[in-house]
């Protein structure tokens, strides 16, 4: 464990010193891997750790960017607090969800039905509503500067992008080594025995949710303040949604390490293949490889890559008696 502990201080030192020799196309690549590795280390706390399967993480990215955004626009908020705002009214939004989905029993594709139906609500809502925009979505002034959480550069958006992987890594970590996590895995395993040995599986779960929204939200803020423009058919899509859960999927659901090791493996080549082809003469080829990778991803390999790894590196990483 010690070595394994190293090595990470390693490769996070790299990371830290990397901006140096990156141009700034390849550092924007490595902002979208932090980025979506974070998101779906947010999903991997509720799906990875409980076994519900959510497919409308979209709506919380888009309550925390537009609600951030709109305390911006109307009172001059500091995105730096509206984020916690945004994030405690998605964590709030999860706990309706999480009520409907967890005390009246609907598990599989139920709850997942459920998850969907709210985030196209969202969708609609954000849609129709000329304070946020409605279909042309909002436009963010560019004032760069720390306290509008804009800058000039992709430098500052790389460290940022960065500090929000690492939080959620130690989040992650401390809630599966923790009395907390023992119980979620009980409850993905077996629910019905968790509850025989008095776990109060309905407790865990909506905090669970709860947990997974609010950090979410975070990263709907983030994204608003680097791209300038929020969009309901981007940032509250199914699309989105999707791309969030890929990356814990491909990695490995319930694991630490999953969501940032999938995120390597489907960002980098994504965003290669689609410059490279678009130079070429071959737009939207791009999305055909990448289908097809992940066909073979998981077909491959049906539990994500870690687990694999773990298997492979488990002997160099065991720390000898």
């Known amino acids: 464990m010690k070595r394994l502990y190293l090595l990470l201080a390693v490769i996070l030192g790299i990371l830290l010193f990397l901006p140096n020799v990156l141009s700034n196309y390849w550092m924007e690549i490595f902002i979208l891997i932090f980025f979506y590795a974070y998101l779906g280390q947010c999903w991997n706390i509720l799906t990875g750790y409980t076994g519900s399967i959510s497919l409308g993480h979209a709506l919380y990215v888009g309550i925390g960017a537009y609600t951030s955004t709109r305390l911006a626009i109307v009172f001059g908020l500091t995105p730096w607090v509206g984020m916690f705002i945004g994030a405690i009214l998605a964590m709030g939004v999860g706990l309706i969800i999480g009520f409907l989905g967890f005390r009246f029993g609907l598990k599989g594709v139920y709850f997942v039905l459920i998850t969907i139906s709210f985030a196209e609500i969202g969708r609609l809502i954000a849609l129709h509503m000329d ?30 992008s960065l500090g929000l992987l690492l939080f959620s890594m130690i989040v992650v970590r ?140 488990k002997p160099f990483f065991k720390d000898k008696e």
């Open 131 to 160: 304070s946020l925009g409605s279909f042309m979505g909002l436009f963010i002034d560019f004032k760069p500067g720390f306290w509008n959480m804009q800058f000039k550069g992709n430098l500052p958006y790389y460290y940022i």
């Open 174 to 313: 401390i809630l599966e080594t923790s009395k907390i996590g023992r119980y979620l895995v009980a409850i993905r395993e077996d629910e019905e025995a968790a509850e025989s040995l008095g776990v109060n599986t309905f407790k865990y779960k909506m905090w669970a949710i709860a947990l997974s929204a609010f950090m979410t939200a975070l990263g709907g803020t983030f994204d608003a303040n680097r791209i300038f423009h929020l969009s309901p058919d981007r940032v509250m899509s199914m699309a989105l949604s999707i791309e969030i859960i890929l990356r814990p999927i491909i990695g490995g659901m319930g694991t630490v390490l999953g969501p940032i090791v999938g995120s390597f493996l489907i960002t980098l080549p994504a965003e290669w293949t689609r410059a490279y082809l678009s130079e070429v003469g071959r737009p939207g080829l791009h999305m055909v490889i990448y289908g097809f990778v992940l066909i073979l991803a998981v077909f491959f390999f049906p539990r994500g890559i870690m687990p694999y790894l773990t298997r492979i590196f």
